[in-house]
């Protein structure tokens, strides 16, 4: 029996002992796994700008923001972002969505990475600026022509020109100084610009037709004769053209009607000849308005040219001494007057 017990107490102490050495050795264990353990030092900066530094063992920017209880609203994001990993020293910043952020660019195809410096350029504050300045007004020239019995043609210069100046406000927009955009506020002129006038001296010739618009010395039907300056011509062709311009025999009835009073004792206060008939005060449309102008210097059609000189030379297509717009008037109608 006493071997046996004996033999137990053996047994019993090396269990014991092995126990007691199994507890060692996984104490031992964790004590070099807890020494083993790997912690960061990171930085947290919130959207109101506090920041916080903790040690941490999580590697996962959305492990450590739930390890510190931090949740990100709906209207904020995190940098890096939250699927990213993070290592010692790393800024974890908790930002609005709508800030930019500037990353360097990727490899582009060239082998060239882009420098932060370049990318900050994309994101430098824009500059607002009033800013005034003085700019020249070009003038303009205008150009007289003047019929003449000349060959050639010659310029003369009437008024030299001179430019204006005027004040213009600018808002100009400026980032890394440079100009990006400039919109006019207002202008101010300080100085109107004089025009320079020239005047050109040329043979005068009909448009589309062989009618010599300086030979215009003619003699009426009647064997009266009327001289005529190349000048004088053109004035009688504007003032035909202004009456009735469209057609031949439109033109060719208002400066019969002419003719017809220079011819007549009736009119024979207001001239003897027609250009005198036409510039009678309130008969024809020289006198009523300036319309006539714009048509000087050859501004009217062949055929014109053609009725008035054919007039002029004893042609006439009806006998009467008067004419108004066509309307509601009895009499003859030609070319859109009526005639008595």
């Not at 019993?12 to 104490?27: E, N, P, R, Y």
């Not at 609005?96 to 370049?118: R, T």
């Not at 400026?174 to 109107?192: C, D, S």
Request: net charge positive.
């Amino acid at each position: 029996m006493r071997k046996q017990e004996k033999a137990s107490l053996s047994i019993m102490k090396i269990i014991c002992v092995s126990v007691i050495l199994i507890l060692l050795s996984g104490i031992g264990t964790l004590a070099v796994n807890a020494g083993t353990t790997k912690m960061i030092d990171v930085r947290i900066i919130l959207q109101n700008g506090y920041e916080m530094s903790v040690m941490t063992s999580k590697e996962k920017v959305s492990d450590i923001l739930e390890e510190k209880n931090i949740i990100l609203k709906e209207n904020q994001k995190v940098i890096p972002a939250l699927d990213e990993l993070v290592k010692d020293g790393t800024v974890i910043k908790i930002t609005d969505k709508s800030y930019n952020e500037v990353k360097i660019s990727e490899v582009s195809k060239q082998g060239v990475e882009a420098s932060i410096d370049e990318l900050m350029k994309n994101y430098s504050p824009i500059t607002e600026k009033i800013v005034v300045e003085q700019v020249e007004v070009p003038f303009e020239t205008i150009t007289k022509n003047v019929a003449g019995n000349s060959n050639d043609t010659q310029n003369k210069v009437i008024k030299n020109g001179q430019n204006g100046l005027k004040e213009v406000t600018y808002k100009v927009k400026y980032q890394n100084n440079v100009e990006i955009e400039k919109i006019v506020l207002a202008e101010k002129v300080i100085r109107e610009p004089v025009n320079k006038i020239v005047q050109v001296n040329k043979k005068v010739t009909s448009r589309g037709s062989s009618v010599d618009r300086t030979n215009t010395q003619v003699t009426s039907y009647n064997g009266g004769r009327w001289s005529y300056s190349a000048s004088e011509f053109d004035l009688l062709c504007a003032i035909t053209a202004q009456e009735c311009g469209s057609s031949y025999n439109g033109a060719l009835a208002v400066i019969t009607t002419a003719c017809n009073r220079a011819e007549s004792a009736k009119w024979a206060r207001n001239g003897r000849d027609p250009l005198n008939q036409y510039k009678a005060k309130g008969q024809f449309c020289y006198s009523i308005d300036n319309h006539w102008r714009k048509r000087l210097n050859g501004n009217y059609p062949s055929h014109v040219a053609q009725a008035v000189k054919d007039a002029l030379n004893g042609k006439r297509n009806h006998g009467y001494l008067s004419f108004r717009s066509a309307g509601k008037h009895s009499g003859t109608y030609i070319g859109g007057n009526v005639y008595f």
